[in-house]
């Protein structure tokens, strides 16, 4: 991922912040479409986070997210330390004690409470500050590509493009199509959504809890960009809101939003969206198994004419 000269030359700018460090491990997760290098290190004074970014707008992404949005988390997100801007691109942040909730073993009442903890987060990071487009941002603020002012048209250009990779792809079948093409005819429900301020990879692989399971914090914000709200409660790898849909009204409890026909067809309409975009992402980088993943939340959620539960 990351060259050795590159990590010999980014140790030592983290010296040069830190003082002297130990690289403890490389905590890189390895999948398809892998656009970061991350590595633990021992610094004098505690423990920190390096990752190191081959994608620049992934980097703007973060640097922003944790400049201006994490710190109202108030210790529930790691704080950053220092931000690289020569190439390669890279960023310090301090640890966040804690094991990845997707990698404890908890009871499902601890889960439950952990995942209304995570959306009680959520809440004050989307509240932080109003936006004024959608989409990703630079580290100052301004946004990457055009900027989108109506919801509706973000999403419509969201599904267009996802559905135009599919079919190059020729990985969509009719009835997916088809299905897909009448939930875009839903998007009129997010008329007048206001942009906020979203992680958009908000899931139990970047959540981090204690040893009695307690949710202890987000971290990741790579992905993170000005979104509709739904779009945090939708992107969940291991479809946890299939088997388990009390975790989900757990989150939406915890965040404090009301249960009405508007937010669940919002919802539903998010979830058709990652579903899709797991399908065409897996085939385009080959990780089948994510794709038939996707494909199968999608046929559960047609079978759901329109609400995301059973």
């Known amino acids: 991922m990351v060259r050795e000269q590159e990590i010999d030359d980014v140790l030592a700018w983290c010296e040069s912040i830190l003082g002297p460090v130990?690289?403890?491990?490389?905590?890189?997760?390895?999948?398809?479409?892998?656009?970061?290098?991350?590595?633990?290190?021992?610094?004098?004074?505690?423990?920190?986070?390096?990752?190191?970014h081959r994608d620049r707008s992934h980097w703007e992404h973060e640097v922003h997210a944790?400049?201006?949005?994490?710190?109202?988390?108030?210790?529930?997100?790691?704080?950053?330390?220092?931000?690289?801007?020569?190439?390669?691109?890279?960023?310090?942040?301090?640890?966040?004690?804690?094991?990845?909730?997707?990698?404890?073993?908890?009871?499902?009442?601890?889960?439950?409470?952990?995942?209304?903890?995570?959306?009680?987060?959520?809440?004050?990071?989307?509240?932080?500050?109003?936006?004024?487009?959608?989409?990703?941002?630079?580290?100052?603020?301004s946004p990457l590509d055009a900027p989108v002012t109506d919801a509706v048209s973000h999403l419509q250009g969201a599904f267009d493009d996802w559905l135009t990779r599919g079919q190059r792809l020729g990985c969509l079948e009719e009835r997916e199509f088809t299905f897909i093409s009448d939930v875009i005819e839903m998007l009129p429900v997010f008329a007048g959504e206001i942009p906020a301020p979203c992680h958009y990879d908000y899931c139990p692989p970047n959540w981090l809890v204690d040893e009695q399971g307690c949710w202890r914090g987000v971290i990741d914000f790579e992905f993170s960009r000005w979104d509709v709200r739904a779009a945090d409660f939708s992107r969940f790898p291991d479809w946890d809101w299939i088997e388990h849909p009390e975790l989900l009204d757990a989150m939406i409890a915890g965040y404090g939003c009301r249960r009405d026909h508007r937010f669940e067809q919002q919802l539903y309409v998010s979830l058709v969206l990652y579903a899709l975009a797991a399908i065409v992402w897996g085939m385009e980088v080959g990780y089948r198994g994510f794709a038939a993943e996707g494909r199968h939340a999608l046929s559960v959620l047609a079978a759901r004419d329109g609400h995301y539960g059973p």
């Open 22 to 52: 130990a690289l403890l491990s490389d905590q890189s997760r390895e999948h398809a479409g892998l656009r970061a290098g991350t590595y633990h290190l021992r610094g004098c004074d505690g423990l920190y986070y390096l990752k190191v």
């Open 66 to 141: 944790y400049e201006r949005w994490a710190p109202v988390l108030h210790g529930f997100a790691p704080r950053l330390e220092a931000v690289r801007t020569d190439e390669p691109l890279a960023l310090i942040i301090t640890e966040l004690p804690g094991t990845v909730m997707e990698d404890a073993i908890l009871s499902l009442p601890h889960r439950v409470q952990a995942w209304h903890d995570a959306g009680q987060a959520l809440a004050q990071l989307h509240t932080c500050v109003a936006g004024s487009f959608f989409g990703g941002c630079r580290r100052d603020g």
